[in-house]
Structure formats: structure tokens, C-alpha cells
């Protein structure tokens, strides 16, 4: 009886790590088919049918293209832009949010909490805000892609819980010594808060990289284009020909790679970044699936 | 008038808090309370030129000119298969994820097995449907392998009847990993007394999953579901986007990327309002009675 069981248990073992592995190789894959299509040779891999094992031939000429493309270095430029400039806004107003509405002196820190609230659960709908930004004349400037996204709900209240975690006292005896809640926000809460503020450039950060819509429909002018918006003219919309400077055969050849190239280099930032973090951000996840 | 005196009194006596707080207030006044007020549009017949003020009232005509529509079954329609595909076999999949993780005894692969499944979370929209589109166009690796196999070339993006199974399952690959963590964090809640007891009376592994670790999650299970089914109704449209085109909108068109097409590329703002306002109210409703269900079957809510 007592074999039978462990037997089944250990066939269980097996297939559960065969399924797991199966998992790992599904979703790792189509990445590394990118990375094996952006260094194959432009040619061959044209001819080539099916699953790639490995880099058909070998050549870097899609790189040497992608930083060569006017389009995608702009492009890299401007993400840089929003990402750092957005995060700095992002960190200085939810801290301030965060932190002044954690305390309990506040007296109106409910009905403040419930305004702001107010807005996850409903939204004056994509036109008027598009009217708003444009009122604002923020059309066809890089600050429409940071101002508009200047406080995520969901990280605020992320903030605030964190904040709420830190010990009274600390900020008490702070304050004995004439301490002002800048003081107190800057020298004592944020030092203590280094896991929350991970999290925070994290998720703002991963989400200025990422975002294209709000660059698609705020930004006419194309040298305002941040790297996902080009991405996407290339991905999407087939037009990776268009500045490449080749012949035409040429041209149509190295498109092919380009576009695995250009997906690698958009791509490698965030992967190199997040899982130093993820002992943080798991912990973050979870106050937000159970307050989102 | 007691509200603005308390008011007052808590700013004088909080100076520098409602310092901090004025940027972060104006920024909710300016990009959600005015957009708010500006969905006054959908009652009017918009021009730029007279502004959201100036402009002639119509009352309910846009709402009744959507109801009315060719296009109003299409999107709820659409809107509410989406969401139920999602919830029939999205929901699931990081449930079970999570549970098979907890069986792994190897802690090193089980971590490597989370840092690798929340991956996908972080790779941007545009690569994942570029990725996609590439996959599963006719000369795409997907066909390659099917054609091996002897069968037929699909393109999948340009067939109506296929768009919500790549949507939905594409879907599941973005989140399974992420959603995972919810429920592992709920599993170490379990208390291990439970499975000493339940080895005494002789459950091997798969009876412990069924009769401690599968109840021990249903609270978090039942109050994920009644919040995503809350959100049945608030497809997100970027994805949406990226990947229909005229082809296959009978199938694909939802509520929001209605809402898009609409307003951003046919310019009817207030048609356009009023489809998102319709919308937004119908999101709201939905999400404050899924909220007060939650709260019922366990303290877990917003408020």
C-alpha cells in the first residue's frame, strides 16, 4: 500500500517537472527564436522553414543596422527621456501623496482617499481625456506621455501602505527635534522605504518603456516617437525598409532580421532588470491584487 | 459649511502636508475630474470650434443612435465572449500554475520556474503582438511546424473565427506566471498542522491538494473571481488594436476599441463619448457590486 503510494507519487513528481520544463521552454522560446533570427544570416534565413535550433549562419549586420536606423536611435532617446524625467515626477508626487495621506493627523485623509479612489472606479472615457490633454497644448510634446501618467492609483496606494508600516515612533521623536514633514518624508520615510521605491521604479518605469497608445495619439510630429512607437511601424505595420538606406532586394532581406534585432534591443533593458527585483516586487503584486 | 470650517482648521494645522498634497490633488482635478465633466459631450453635438461649453445639447440621441446601431450587439457581444473565454480558461490556468509549483521540491527550480514565467509581464505589448503576428502569419514558424505535420496554412490574424483563441490564449501566456503570485502567497497562509493531520490519516499528496491546500485557496479564489467578473464588461482595447484589422472585426471589435475607432480615427467625439460613457457607467456598476459581494464573502474590498 505504502509503495503503491509513493510510486504514483514519484510518477507525479516526474510529470509535474516534464509539464514545468514543457512551461519553461513555452514561454522562453519565442524569445530565443528572436535572438536566434536576429543574428542568422538575413539570406538563409529567408529560406529556412520551421523551429530555429540555433542562428542560421551568423551575422551581426542586423545590429549594425538597428544603431544605423536615424528612427530607432530618436526613438531610443526619447524613451529615455520620458522614462527618466517621468520617473523623477512619478517618485517626488506619490511620495507626497503617499506620505501625506498615511498620517493620521490628517483629519480629511478618508474623504481625500475616497477622491482619489473615485477614479479607478470610473473615467470620463478615452475622448474627453484626449480633449483634456489637448486643452493642456500638450499636443505633440514628449510631456503629454509623462505629465498625464504623472500618479498611477494602484502604486499610490502601494506607497501609502508601506508608509503606514513604518513605526510612529520614529517620526515622533523627529518631530520633538523640530522636524518638518519634508524632513521627515525625505531623511527618515524614504530611507527606510528603499524595497517600496525599487517597486516604484520598477512599475513606472517598466510602464513609460512600454507605453506606445498615449504616444500614438497625442504625438503627430514622427522625431517625437519614443522606441515602442517605431517598434511598432516595423513589427506591425511593415515599414522596417523605409529608413534601412539599402537597395531594394537588399533592403526587403534585412528587414527580415532587423525586426528580431530591433525586438532584442527594445526588449533586454527591462529582462536584465526585473529579476534582481522580484523578491520586491512579488510582495508588491500582492497588495495590489488584493486592493485592485 | 461644518465640512469647509474642519476643512480649514486641518489645513492650518497640516500646513505642509496639503502642500504635498496640492500637486498630486491638481493632478486628479486636471487629467480625471475634468475628463469626467468633459464626458458631458456625449450629450452634445461637439465642434471644437464652440468648445464642450458652447456646444448644442441632443440630449440622449448619441446613446440612442448606439443602441440602435449596427454596431451595438457586435461589441457587447464581443465584449462579453472575450471576457468569458478569459475567465474560462485564463482564470484557471495560474490556479493550477500555482498549486504544481507548490509541489516542486527543488526550491532553486521552483524560483527559476517563477523568475522565468513572470517574464512574459515585462516584455512590452507592440514585441508580443509583433511576435505574434510573425508566428502566425502564412510563412510563420506556427505554420511551418503545422505544415509539417501535413496540415493546412492559416493565416490566424486574418480569420474571424480565430481571433479570440489567439487573443485569449496568447492571454494566458502574459499572465500566468504573474497571476501566480497571489496564490503562492496564499498557500504559505496555510496552516501546516493541517497537512500533518491530513498525512496521519494516511492522504497521500494528491488527497492533501484536494482536501487542504485547494480549500485553503478558495477564499482568494472566490474573491479574484467575483473581482474579474466584476471587470466582465472592460476589455482593454490596445491589444485589441494591435491585432484585429476590417477583417476581423465581427469578431474582435470590443466596446473600447469601438470607443477608439470611433473617436480617434473617424473623429464623432461625441458619438464616441457617449459609447464610453455607456460603457464607464456599466464598469462602475459592476464594480461596485462585485466590490460589496467581496466584502460579503470575506473583508477584502477597497472601502
Known sequence: MLNKASFAERGFDYFNTVLMVLLMVLTVYPLIYVVFASVSDAGSLMGHKGILWRPIGFSLDAYTNVFRNPMILKGYGNTLFVVLIGLMLNIMLTSFGAYALSRKSLQYRKPLMLFIIFTMFFSGGLIPLYLTVKGAGLIDSLWALIIPQAINTFNLILMKTAFEAIPDALEESAKIDGANDFVILFKIVLPLSMPVIAVMLLYYGVSHWNSWFQAMIFLQERSLYPLQLVLREILLQGEATANSGASDGDAAMLAATLKYATIIVATVPILCVYPFLQKYFVKGALIGAIKG | ?303
Request: charged share 15%.
Open chain 2, 1 to 303: 459649511m461644518r465640512f469647509r470650517m474642519g476643512l480649514l482648521l486641518d489645513i492650518r494645522k497640516n500646513k505642509l502636508l496639503y502642500v504635498m498634497l496640492l500637486p498630486v490633488l491638481l493632478y486628479y482635478v486636471v487629467f480625471h475630474y475634468v475628463p469626467m465633466y468633459g464626458a458631458v459631450i456625449a450629450f452634445k453635438d461637439f465642434t471644437p470650434r464652440l468648445g464642450i461649453w458652447g456646444s448644442d445639447w441632443v440630449g440622449f440621441e448619441h446613446f440612442r443612435e448606439f443602441f440602435t446601431g449596427p454596431y451595438f450587439w457586435r461589441t457587447i457581444k464581443n465584449t462579453v465572449l472575450i471576457s468569458f473565454y478569459q475567465l474560462l480558461f485564463g482564470f484557471p490556468a495560474p490556479i493550477i500554475l500555482a498549486l504544481l509549483l507548490n509541489e516542486l521540491k527543488h526550491a532553486v527550480f521552483k524560483r527559476t520556474m517563477q523568475t522565468v514565467t513572470y517574464m512574459p509581464h515585462f516584455i512590452s505589448l507592440i514585441v508580443i503582438c509583433g511576435i505574434l503576428k510573425d508566428f502566425t502569419s502564412s510563412e510563420g514558424v506556427i505554420n511551418d511546424v503545422i505544415a509539417f505535420f501535413g496540415g493546412e496554412r492559416l493565416t490566424f490574424l486574418l480569420e474571424p473565427s480565430l481571433f479570440r483563441t489567439v487573443y485569449v490564449s496568447s492571454g494566458i501566456w502574459q499572465n500566468i506566471g504573474w497571476g501566480t503570485i497571489i496564490f503562492l502567497a496564499a498557500l504559505t497562509g496555510i496552516d501546516q498542522e493541517q497537512y500533518e493531520a491530513a498525512t496521519i490519516d494516511g492522504a497521500g499528496r494528491w488527497k492533501q491538494m484536494m482536501h487542504v491546500t485547494l480549500p485553503g485557496l478558495m477564499p482568494t479564489i472566490i474573491i479574484l473571481l467575483i473581482l474579474e467578473i466584476g471587470r466582465m464588461m472592460n476589455v482593454g482595447f490596445e491589444k485589441i488594436i494591435l491585432l484585429y484589422n476590417p477583417g476581423t472585426y465581427e469578431t474582435a471589435d470590443v466596446i473600447s476599441s469601438y470607443v477608439y475607432r470611433v473617436g480617434l480615427q473617424d473623429f464623432n467625439y461625441s458619438f464616441s463619448s457617449a459609447v464610453g460613457l455607456f460603457n464607464s457607467v456599466i464598469n462602475f456598476a459592476l464594480l461596485i457590486s462585485s466590490n460589496w459581494l467581496s466584502r460579503k464573502f470575506n473583508d477584502t474590498s477597497l472601502w
